[in-house]
C-alpha cells in the first residue's frame, strides 16, 4: 500500500486483516473507541475502489512505462464545462440532444465530445490491447516480487537485530517460565548459565495438612521481588505469580479484560502492565490503576507445600 504497488490487491489484504482483528481481538474492547479496527476496515474502502488513483505509486510509473513502450502518450483527463458544450455543439437543443433523436443530454454518451478520436488510438489497436495489459501485469508481478525479496530481507535483518540487542535483558525485568518438576536453583547475574547457586529457603505453608492444588514449579524459581508465568490448570488461560515479599506468592489471571491480551510483569515499575492498550494494575492486588481496563485482574489462590513447590487450585 506504501508503494502503491496492485493498490486494490493490497487494500484488499489489509481490509481482511483489520476485520479478522476486529473479530478477534478489538470486538469487546471497552470503551469502544480504543479498539479502531472497524474503523479501519471502512478506510480501505477507497483504495479498494479506486487503487493509488494513478498518481503517486509504482502503479502509475508501471503504466506509464507501458505508454512510452507502446507511444500511447501520456493520459490527460481535460474536464470541460459543460457550459462550453452548449456553446459549441449544434446539436444541443434545450437540454436534449438533436443527434440522439432528442433524448436529454448525456455527457456519458455525448456524441460531440467523443466525436475526436483520442491521439494514436489506432496504434494501440493496431498493437493489441491485451498484449499492454499483459505488459503491465509482467511489469507489476516483478516489482511485487522484488518488493517482497526487499522486505524479507528488511525483516530478517530486524529480527536479527532485535535478538543481538535483546540477548542480555534486565535479569530484574525477566519473568521466569514456571514448569512442573523444574530442578531449583537460580542464575547468579554476570556467571555462565551452567553456574547455579543454592536458593534461599521458602518458608512453607503454615497448614498442617497437606495443600491440594496443581504444581506449577518451585517457589525457589521465583526471584524475590521478581514473577514466573505458568498456564492455569483450571482456565488453562496464561497467569502469572509474583514473590513481591519474602516467602508470600500472589497469582492472577494474566489476561487483560480490556481486550484479552498477555500482560506481564514490570519490575523497575513494580506494575502489571499490558502491552497492547497500557492498561497497569497492582502486583498486590490485582486492581486496575490505569484504564482502559475495567477491572482488575482475576487473583489465582497459591500456596507452598512442606516442599517449597508452589500450588494453585486445578
Known amino acids: 500500500t506504501l508503494l502503491g504497488l496492485w493498490a486494490r490487491v493490497a487494500a484488499v489484504g489489509g481490509m481482511a486483516l483489520s476485520c479478522m482483528l476486529f473479530l478477534t481481538v478489538s470486538f469487546h474492547s471497552s470503551p469502544y473507541y480504543t479498539g479502531a479496527d472497524i474503523v479501519f476496515v471502512f478506510a480501505w474502502i477507497p483504495l479498494v475502489l479506486a487503487g493509488s488513483g494513478g498518481v503517486l505509486s509504482l502503479d502509475a510509473v508501471i503504466a506509464g512505462r507501458v505508454a512510452d513502450e507502446y507511444d500511447l502518450g501520456p493520459v490527460t483527463v481535460v474536464p470541460v464545462r459543460f457550459s462550453v458544450v452548449q456553446e459549441v455543439c449544434g446539436n444541443f437543443d434545450h437540454d436534449t440532444c438533436a443527434a440522439r433523436d432528442g433524448r436529454p443530454c448525456d455527457v456519458r454518451r455525448c456524441p460531440f465530445l467523443s466525436a475526436q478520436p483520442r491521439p494514436r488510438r489506432k496504434t494501440a489497436a493496431e498493437r493489441g490491447l491485451s498484449a499492454i495489459d499483459r505488459r503491465t501485469v ?3 508481478g516483478a516489482a511485487v516480487a522484488a518488493a517482497a525479496v526487499v522486505g524479507g530481507v528488511v525483516a530478517g535483518a530486524a529480527a536479527g537485530l532485535g535478538r543481538v540487542i535483546g540477548a542480555a535483558p534486565n535479569p530484574r525485568n525477566q519473568t521466569v517460565a514456571m ?14 548459565p551452567s553456574t547455579t547457586t543454592p536458593a534461599a529457603p521458602v518458608a512453607p505453608s503454615t497448614s498442617t495438612t497437606e495443600p491440594a492444588g496443581a504444581r506449577i514449579g518451585l517457589a525457589s524459581d521465583i526471584p524475590l521481588g521478581g514473577a514466573g508465568s505458568f498456564t492455569d490448570p483450571k482456565s488453562g488461560d496464561p497467569a502469572l505469580v509474583l514473590q513481591l515479599q519474602r516467602g508470600q506468592f500472589v497469582a492472577f489471571d494474566a489476561v487483560c479484560p480490556h481486550a484479552g491480551c498477555t500482560v506481564g510483569y514490570s519490575a523497575a515499575d513494580h506494575l502489571i502492565v499490558c502491552p497492547c492498550h497500557g492498561s497497569e494494575f497492582d502486583p498486590s492486588t490485582g486492581a486496575v490503576l490505569r484504564s482502559p481496563a475495567p477491572h482488575g485482574l482475576t487473583p489465582i489462590p497459591v500456596v507452598v507445600d512442606a516442599s517449597g513447590e508452589l500450588l494453585v487450585d486445578g
Do not use: A, E, K, N
Open 179 to 192: 514448569s512442573p518438576g523444574r530442578s531449583s536453583g537460580t542464575t547468579t547475574p554476570g556467571t555462565s
Open 138 to 140: 509482467v511489469l507489476g
